[in-house]
Nanobody, 123 residues
Framework: QVQLVESGGGLVQAGGSLRLSCAAS????????MGWFRQVPGKEREFVAT????????YYSDSVKGRFAISRDNAKNTVHLQMNSLKPEDTAVYYC????????????????WGQGTQVTVSS
């Protein structure tokens, strides 16, 4: 069992930046790959980024590549998503997730989810 709590969402203008954080507890944080997903009403949950157990490997969706950066600090049991050059289409609820798989990129690959944090990008 892993508990995840996201924070850092809010309002930002297009072109601005925002940093999301996810605090994990319940199990050994370093044993899980971590990911960020986002979802808007009426659409499927969308993969954003993932980071390996050690933090040495990351993957990003094409839509955010070059703008977002995922990182983790196992000593603090946290994972972050730095979002730069934000666009209105980035508006969504962002979810932190944990997976026991080696390379999780699909929602079904993740076992634990946070409650989500709203990100709104104004034009």
């Amino acid at each position: 069992q892993v508990q995840l709590v996201e924070s850092g969402g809010g309002l930002v203008q297009a072109g601005g930046s925002l940093r999301l954080s996810c605090a994990a507890s319940g199990r050994a944080f370093s044993s899980y790959a971590m990911g960020w997903f986002r979802q808007v009403p009426g659409k499927e949950r969308e993969f954003v980024a993932t980071i390996s157990w050690s933090g040495g490997t990351t993957y990003y969706s094409d839509s955010v590549k070059g703008r977002f950066a995922i990182s983790r600090d196992n000593a603090k049991n946290t994972v972050h998503l730095q979002m730069n050059s934000l666009k209105p289409e980035d508006t969504a609820v962002y979810y932190c997730a944990a997976s026991g798989r080696s390379i999780p990129r699909l929602p079904g690959d993740y076992d634990y989810w946070g409650q989500g944090t709203q990100v709104t990008v104004s034009s």
